[in-house]
């Protein structure tokens, strides 16, 4: 415990002099000011569009400001940059190229889920038909069957009755 509360506050403490900044929060600020940099570049294409020359020379200043922070970056961080992604990084890419996907071959995906779909579809309903069918025939024979043995032991019933009563007439 005592270790821990040790090495927590000399990692504090160096990121409270500017010392120990990680590699992924270095990334993560390269990603902001990139991003930044494309926003001002557009926002240049703007003001030229709308002739507003005093918000292009500001605008300027700031990607002159954010070239100069990004260079700085890559000279002291070099290919680290651009090798480990963050998490949100990976997820946003895989998004992105699903969406592609979706876009591109969404439609003929969905076809042949939808004819798969159909294909099992019409098994079950095969399936199920043939045990319905099944199942009647076996209920049918059962009940002729059943008819038969009732019929049957009916007329052996009234065949001994009768043979009963005969013998009463006789005798009484």
Excluded: H, P
């Excluded at 390269?30 to 926002?43: C, F, G, P, R």
């Excluded at 005093?54 to 070099?78: C, F, H, N, P, W």
Aim: with cysteine; aromatic share 10%.
């Amino acid at each position: 415990m005592k270790k821990q509360v040790w090495e927590q506050y000399n990692r504090y403490s160096e990121m409270a002099d500017g010392k120990d900044v990680s590699l992924l929060e270095m990334q993560i600020i390269y990603n902001n000011l990139v991003d930044e940099y494309k926003t001002i570049a557009d926002q240049i294409v703007d003001s030229i569009d709308r002739n507003d020359y005093i918000a292009l020379s500001k605008l300027i200043g700031q990607r002159k400001q954010l070239v100069i922070a990004i260079d700085e970056m890559e000279e002291l961080y070099g290919d680290k940059l651009f090798m480990c992604q963050t998490a949100k990084k990976q997820i946003a890419d895989g998004l992105t190229r699903g969406a592609y996907f979706a876009d591109t071959r969404g439609e003929e995906a969905l076809r042949s889920v939808f004819t798969s779909f159909e294909k099992i579809n019409e098994s079950v309903r095969t399936v199920a038909d043939k045990t319905v069918n099944g199942t009647a025939r076996a209920f049918n024979f059962g009940n002729q069957l059943n008819y038969k043995f009732s019929r049957s032991l009916l007329s052996q019933t009234t065949s001994e009755l009768l043979k009963l009563a005969n013998t009463f007439k006789k005798r009484f």
